[in-house]
Each structure stands twice: as C-alpha cells, then as structure tokens.
C-alpha cells in the first residue's frame, strides 16, 4: 500500500509558477511510475504529466508541454510538477498517481494503470 499526499497548490496570477509535490509514505515509490492528472469544475479527469519509474522517460499532454515539468527524487519519495506560464484553464484538482514500473509509454496516460492515487491539491489561476 502506498500513500500519495500533494502538497504545493494555490491561487496564482496567469503566467505566474507554482511547484506542486508528492510524497509517498514509504520507499516503494521508486518501483512507480508516476502520473499527474487533473480535474475542472464539471470536466472529466485528464493526463498532464508521467514519469518513467527511474525518471529516464517523461511524458505530456499536448496542453502543458513547454511549460509543465515532471520530475522524481527517489530518494526523498517525492515526485514534482513545475508549472510555468500558468493559463486559467489550467484551474483544477490536480492529483498524482502511481502506476507499476513496467506500464508501458502508451500506457502513461490512461487513468486505469494508476493504482495509487493521492487526494487532490487545487490550483486556481487568474485572469
């Protein structure tokens, strides 16, 4: 069993950063991949950002690349999203996800894979 908490949201003036983080409860965080998704205000779930097990492999969804980066310190159990050039449609629930090592790179950004899932941090970006 593994616990995922995030931690980092908040309000945020469009074209502004934010750092978001995932802790995991305990060492095994290294054998997952790691996912970022999100959710706004009646919309469905979607991808934002994967992380290969190792941190080797990352992948976006095509809304975020250039500006969202994914990364892991396995060490510390955490994985990071830095968010840069914030837009008001990036205002959601964002949540991380841990998905077993060998989920394949098709694979990263279907919900399904994901196991793991932590309980939520806002971001609200304003106009």
């Known amino acids: 069993q593994v616990q995922l908490v995030e931690s980092g949201g908040g309000l945020v003036q469009a074209g502004g950063s934010l750092r978001l983080s995932c802790a995991a409860s305990?060492?095994?965080?290294?054998?997952?991949?790691m996912g970022w998704f999100r959710q706004a205000p009646g919309k469905e779930r979607e991808f934002v950002a994967a992380?290969?097990?190792?941190?080797?492999?990352?992948y976006y969804a095509d809304s975020v690349k250039g500006r969202f980066t994914i990364s892991r310190d396995n060490a510390k159990n955490t994985v990071y999203l830095q968010m840069n050039s914030l837009k008001p449609e990036d205002t959601a629930v964002y949540y991380c996800?841990?998905?077993?090592?060998?989920?394949?790179?098709?694979?990263?950004?279907?919900?399904?894979?994901?196991?793991?899932w932590g309980q939520g941090t806002q971001v609200t970006v304003s106009s």
């Open positions: 992380s290969s097990w190792n941190g080797g492999s990352t």
């Open positions: 305990r060492r095994p965080s290294i054998s997952y991949a």
């Open positions: 996800a841990a998905a077993p090592w060998s989920t394949t790179a098709q694979a990263m950004g279907v919900m399904d894979k994901y196991g793991y």
